[in-house]
């Protein structure tokens, strides 16, 4: 399963490659247009119309890369020309296939679209594309990495707030101070939501330490700009910061 993963993140890379030479060669546009359609078929199923717009984009692509290259195509393009067509050619015969198994089973042709609407793709009943245990596997597998990325945030986010917090107050413009923090930092996490990201009162802060903060949060959210993080609350005496008054009130209490 981690290699069929793996697969599918390289032909990406492929696909990004083959764009990146379609200005100055034909056929790398036409190689991209191939992978759209990988994808279409993939997500949307054989018949769906999104399908069969792009095979007719991919044979008017073929036929015009064909005629750029006139006489200076070699075997190995006409091969790939030759395969791309293959290729076309068959998801269109699988298309009519499914369309006429549907009108065998009483339905109409128009519900040949709607198996888009439920992504079963090439993972339908009369095309799969993978085992259901293999496919089970992979939804685990994916379950298992988005659950380690969220403790391995939080995880670094707690340690970049205890950090701070123990850094030398000097840095926040006051004196210094060896006092360790007595409470367990709150996780930005579980404390912010995204209106609060984006607006409310900035500490100053160490630079560092609230570049990598942004970085972790933006990244997260999926944001395209770094947010600005309300650490507005911090102990006028030994300088630990707080990211609400009644955890600032409760550590007042330390310093009586």
């Known amino acids: 399963v981690t290699n069929i993963i793996k697969l599918m993140s390289e032909l990406e890379d492929l696909r990004t490659k083959a764009c990146g030479l379609s200005s100055s060669d034909r056929i790398g546009h036409v190689i991209a247009r191939t992978f759209d359609v990988f994808g279409a078929v993939s997500r949307d199923g054989v018949g769906s119309e999104s399908v069969s717009e792009m095979v007719e984009l991919l044979a008017q692509d073929r036929a015009f890369a064909m ?43 128009s519900n040949v679209l709607a198996l888009s609407e439920n992504n079963t793709g090439l993972n339908g009943d009369s095309l799969p594309l993978f085992p259901d245990d293999v496919k089970e596997e992979i939804d685990q597998l994916n379950a298992a990495v988005k659950v380690e990325d969220e403790e391995a945030f939080d995880q670094s986010i707690d340690q970049s707030m205890d950090t701070m917090n123990r850094e030398p107050a000097v840095l926040y413009g006051l004196p210094g101070t060896s006092q360790q923090p007595t409470q367990r930092s709150i996780r930005l996490s579980d404390q912010y939501h995204e209106e609060d990201v984006k607006i409310g009162n900035v500490l100053m802060v160490p630079t560092t330490q609230r570049k990598h903060i942004n970085h972790l949060i933006s990244s997260r959210k999926g944001l395209s700009t770094p947010p600005t993080v309300p650490l507005s609350y911090r102990c006028p005496t030994c300088g630990k910061v707080f990211s609400t008054r009644l955890g600032l009130c409760g550590h007042s209490a330390v310093h009586k």
Do not use: C, H, W
């Not at 195509?73 to 020309?81: A, G, I």
């Open 67 to 109: 005629k750029k290259d006139n006489n200076d195509s070699t075997p190995l393009r006409e091969l790939v020309y030759g395969m791309i067509g293959s290729f076309g050619s068959m998801i269109e015969d699988i298309a009519k296939k499914r369309v006429e198994e549907i009108l065998k089973m009483g339905e109409t042709p």
